[in-house]
């Protein structure tokens, strides 16, 4: 673990093998697919909505029970932590990312740009509910951006060396908030079926927004709270 946390300290993402087993993500799919299946048509009331790239539901822990023991597991929760290198972490919300056949490439960003979060100890788990090979369009991370501001200045500067590799149904990628990433197109004939988590430091205190995007994420992920308080509303429960 001390390894793994090194490189995402260093890299700003990190992909961690088996983290599931086959077994679990075999429950896992149906589970999720259900929920997608029952609220994919619905207006999801989001703004960094890329419903040309796949189709999003967020927040699925709230819709089934068997959904919120996956979203809660405690052992992904554990490692976002450690990861984080912080005691205890916060779920911001979670995502079921359904990129179907011939869907282009996700462009390059940050998530932090979308976060009214007073914190750059925050972390995303991408977890593939099947097997996302090269052409099925795995994250591509650009190694070392978590440590830039502004996206005009990772432009200007040189690159970042640029990582991305398949992964197995099991396996997960945690990247920080601040990692410049994207995700390749979908060249298969498959949907690539994807869980993802988003967690963050217990204790963070919500920021000013920043931007529109900003303030709609903190109306719809952290109902009551100001800026200044603390991101602890029912919707961010402790994970770990
Ligand atoms: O799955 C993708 O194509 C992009 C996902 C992403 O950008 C994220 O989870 O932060």
Known sequence: MQDLAESFARDGHVLVRGIASRDQIAEYRPVIRDVFESVKDEKQGRIDDYSKLFMQVTNIWR???????????????????????VKSVRLYHDQALFKPPGAERTPWHQDRYYWPLDTDRTVTMWLPLIDVAEEMGPMIFASGSHHVEALAKLIADRGWPVHSEPLRAGDATFHAGGTLHSAGANRSNKV??????????????V?????????????????????????????NPVLF
């Open 63 to 85: 819709l089934s029970d068997a959904a919120r023991q996956i979203v809660f597991n405690r052992h992904f929760a554990q490692i976002a932590a450690q990861l984080l290198g």
């Open 192 to 205: 690539r079926e994807i869980l993802t988590v988003i967690y963050f430091a217990s204790g963070t205190r």
């Open 207 to 235: 920021a000013q927004p920043a931007n529109e995007n900003q303030r709609v994420d903190l109306e719809v992920f952290l109902p009551g709270v100001k800026p200044g308080e603390e991101a602890k509303s029912a919707m």
